[in-house]
Structure formats: structure tokens, C-alpha cells
């Protein structure tokens, strides 16, 4: 009930090609998803992320689509660039006032953007 | 956001020692939590360290391996205790500030 759970394990793409990334879950008390990217010998940085009352969000070339009563939720990439290139990570958490907050990961897409 | 410092960025030990991890925040923070990031896996919580109170422990996770201090709102540490090859990983801390987390840099730890 507590897993996340994120597809594709790597992804490999053409520049300016859209990158997608998948992610589900099972805890409806989940309220808050967030994406990162991780460079390689770096911590994850955030983002983007989502609340459930929207079905997306959309920041510059990144857009989260989320589908509640499919429970899931996805990253698009639109123009993939070459620095682009990194691993990312969903990631659910409760965030009510008798939460913690504490972050669940998924387990990592490893995406490559070829010039 | 929050600058966030981790001491050491990286270390080799040898199998049956401990090394302590130092994450410095610029601001007060109520959260911070430690992370395990094994290689090429993704993050694990380790657990949640509130100051003023002991460390939450995440399931596989106990005190005496993983021994956390909080001594006030910007500071935290985590030992990593009599390690073995299997403790080598990143080990990273992260504070939730604005209703999500943002993590530090990381401690690559190798044990041989």
C-alpha cells in the first residue's frame, strides 16, 4: 500500500522528442506528488509537483498529468534536451497535519537524451 | 528554499568501523529526515529526526546501527555503526520546508 511504483526503468530519446515517465499508487491518502532529478554524484532536486484537486500541472517544458482514479501519474518532457539527461524519481507522501510528510520513491527512470 | 551541507561529501572505510555524517541547514527547519540510496536504487528512509525528540525509525532500520543526533533546528547527524560493504551507498539528508523536501548534496560512503 505504501509503494510507488515507476516505469520505464530507462528511457532513451531523441532531442526534441517527448520523454514520459509513469508512476502509480496505491494509498488513496497520498496528497502530494513530486518529481525529481538527480544528476549523477548529486542529491535529487525537485521538480515539479502535483496535488490531487488538479489534473495537471504544467512548468516549463515539464508537465505532470495525474489521473486520480487510476491512481497515477506521469512526467512528459516535451523538447527533450541532451542536459536532460538523468535519473528521475516519482515520489508520493501525506502531508495532513498528522503526517509527517515523509517522501515514498519510486524506483527510478534513468533517462538519456541523444543528440 | 534551503541550502543544505553535508560533511564528508565522500569516505572509505574499513569493514567494522562507524563514520559520522554532519547535514548543516541555513535555516530552522522542524523536519529532516536520512536517506539511503543504494547504488543505482532509489531512496530509502532511514528515518526522521525531530529535534528535542529521539529519531523515528523506518521499518529495517534500528538506533544501534543508525544512530541520529538533533541538537537543535539546523543540525542533524547520522552514524553509520560497525559497517560492513553492504552499508556502501549515499547517504542523504533532506529537510521539509515548504510542505515537500529538498535534499542535500549527499555522503558517498564505500566500506571495504
Known amino acids: 500500500q505504501q509503494q510507488v511504483k515507476q516505469s520505464p526503468q530507462s528511457l532513451i530519446v531523441q532531442k526534441g522528442g517527448i520523454s514520459i515517465i509513469n508512476c502509480a499508487y496505491e494509498?488513496?491518502?497520498?496528497?502530494?506528488f513530486p518529481w525529481y532529478q538527480q544528476f549523477p554524484g548529486k542529491g535529487p532536486a525537485l521538480l515539479i509537483a502535483?496535488?490531487?484537486?488538479?489534473s495537471e500541472k504544467k512548468e516549463g517544458r515539464f508537465t505532470i498529468s495525474f489521473n486520480k482514479s487510476a491512481k497515477q501519474f506521469s512526467l512528459h518532457i516535451m523538447d527533450s534536451q541532451p542536459g536532460d539527461s538523468a535519473t528521475y524519481f516519482c515520489?508520493?507522501?501525506?502531508?495532513?497535519?498528522?503526517?509527517?510528510?515523509?517522501?515514498?520513491f519510486g524506483q527510478g527512470t534513468t533517462l538519456q537524451v541523444k543528440p | 528554499s534551503a541550502v543544505i551541507s553535508q560533511k564528508p561529501s565522500r569516505d572509505i572505510c574499513q569493514r567494522g568501523t562507524s563514520l559520522t555524517i554532519q547535514c548543516q541547514v541555513d535555516?530552522?527547519?522542524?523536519?529532516m529526515f536520512w536517506y539511503r540510496q543504494q547504488p543505482g536504487q532509489s531512496l530509502t528512509l532511514i528515518a526522521t529526526?525531530?529535534?528535542?525528540?529521539?529519531?523515528?525509525?523506518e521499518s529495517g532500520f534500528v538506533i544501534d546501527k543508525f544512530p541520529i543526533s538533533r541538537p537543535n533546528l539546523t543540525f542533524s547527524t547520522l552514524t553509520v555503526s560497525n559497517m560492513s560493504p553492504e552499508d556502501s551507498s549515499i547517504y542523504l539528508c533532506?529537510?521539509?520546508?515548504?510542505?515537500?523536501?529538498?535534499f542535500g548534496p549527499g555522503t558517498r560512503l564505500t566500506v571495504l
Open positions: 529526526a525531530n529535534q528535542g525528540s529521539e529519531a523515528t525509525y
Open positions: 535555516s530552522q527547519v522542524t523536519m
Open positions: 502535483i496535488r490531487p484537486d488538479v
Open positions: 494509498n488513496t491518502a497520498f496528497d502530494y
Open positions: 533532506s529537510v521539509g520546508l515548504t510542505g515537500t523536501e529538498e
Open positions: 515520489a508520493a507522501s501525506m502531508t495532513g497535519s498528522s503526517n509527517t510528510g515523509k517522501l515514498i
